[in-house]
């Protein structure tokens, strides 16, 4: 499975931007997917995850409420909806899938390049 992420860019506070992640080379469907961020000297933390048909999705404390996760089957691709962004939002942001349900970055086996989302203050 391969993961394309895109849609970073460089922000101001209290703005919104969507990434997308675009898989290929699997059954998409299968994957239990999420997102994950890493800022500058930090570990990766987990943003939010959705489940294989889309129903259910959980999230971090410290996005809970203003970022979304969706996604699309029939297009293969997942979405991280970002709202009322702060500059601790910073990092770089990765898409993963696997086949269990987690927070951890060893519970997804595939993973994205990562695209650098930037919030100013």
């Known amino acids: 499975v391969q993961l394309q992420a895109s849609g970073g860019g460089l922000v101001q506070a209290g703005t919104s931007l969507r990434l997308s992640c675009a898989a290929s080379g699997g059954t998409f469907s299968m994957y239990r997917m999420a997102w994950f961020r890493q800022a500058p000297g930090k570990e990766r933390e987990f943003v939010g995850g959705?489940?294989?048909?889309?129903?259910?999705?959980y999230y971090a404390d410290s996005v809970r409420g203003r970022f979304a996760i969706s996604r699309d089957n029939a297009r293969n691709t997942v979405y991280l909806q970002m709202n009322s962004l702060k500059p601790e939002d910073t990092a770089v942001y990765y898409c993963a899938s696997g086949g269990t349900i987690g927070t951890a970055p060893a519970a997804y086996d595939y993973w994205g390049q990562g695209t650098l989302v930037t919030v100013s203050s």
């Open positions: 959705i489940s294989r048909s889309g129903i259910s999705t």
